[in-house]
């Protein structure tokens, strides 16, 4: 089993819609949680981290939940130029050093 | 703000061959990794230093050796490439405490043929 597992889409909607992703982990132990976005062919960047309690950050909300293990990032409003692949992203073994592990993305395309 | 400086851009090589992919970063990070990226397969880690002269291996570490030189310099050397190793190839670094971002090189697009 991956550590890190997510749909791989392709998600097409249209321009407004709300789409959501989801993403489930396999380390219990795993203590930090993050999206990135990734735009074709350019190095993956930081969307937002994930915290416990859920967060929020303009159009983005990212929720967590540890007994099922799995993090979930919402879009609302969708523009065109959200049209990306989302990682997920879980630190692996936390005993030496802080160690990401990737799942393989999700394609997400915004149409007008 | 330079951040994390990945050479060369791009590369061909042929089965055989030898390389090194050079990885710097401007940040004062502790933590460095190399990641390569196919299609389909996401980011998978090959190496990644946890501090200054620390090496362990990833997910993915056969065919591949690295060396953290200092604490800004992490390189990643193939020793015989294999049209396997093509790949797209990312440094990332991070100051290595839990819930802070890791910020990537701009990739190495490698080709062995």
């Known amino acids: 089993r991956k550590e890190v597992e997510q749909d791989p889409g392709p998600f097409n909607v249209p321009e407004g819609a709300t789409v959501a992703f989801n993403c489930t982990y396999s380390n219990s132990a795993s203590q930090s949680f993050f999206w990135y976005r990734q735009d074709c062919r350019k190095e993956p960047k930081l969307l937002m981290s994930v915290y416990s309690s859920g967060n929020e950050d303009g159009r983005f909300t990212a929720q967590l939940n540890r007994a099922s293990q799995y993090i979930s990032l919402l879009i609302r409003d969708s523009k065109l130029s959200d049209s990306a692949t989302y990682l997920c992203v879980v630190n692996g073994r936390v005993e030496y050093g802080n160690k990401l592990v990737f799942g393989a993305g999700t394609i997400l395309r915004v149409k007008s | 703000n330079a951040g994390v400086t990945q050479t060369p851009k791009f590369q061909v090589l042929k089965t055989g061959q030898s390389m090194t992919l050079q990885c710097a970063q401007d940040m004062n990070h502790n933590s460095m990794y190399w990641y390569r990226q196919d299609p389909g397969m996401g980011l998978r880690l090959i190496y990644y230093s946890a501090s200054e002269g620390t090496t362990d291996k990833g997910e993915v570490p056969n065919g591949y050796n690295v060396s953290r030189l200092n604490k800004r310099e992490f390189s990643l050397r193939l020793e015989s490439a294999a049209p396997s190793q093509t790949s797209v190839y990312f440094c990332?670094?991070?100051?290595?405490?839990?819930?802070?971002?890791?910020?990537f090189g701009q990739g190495t697009r490698l080709t062995v043929v």
């Open positions: 990332a670094s991070s100051d290595g405490r839990p819930n802070t971002e890791a910020f």
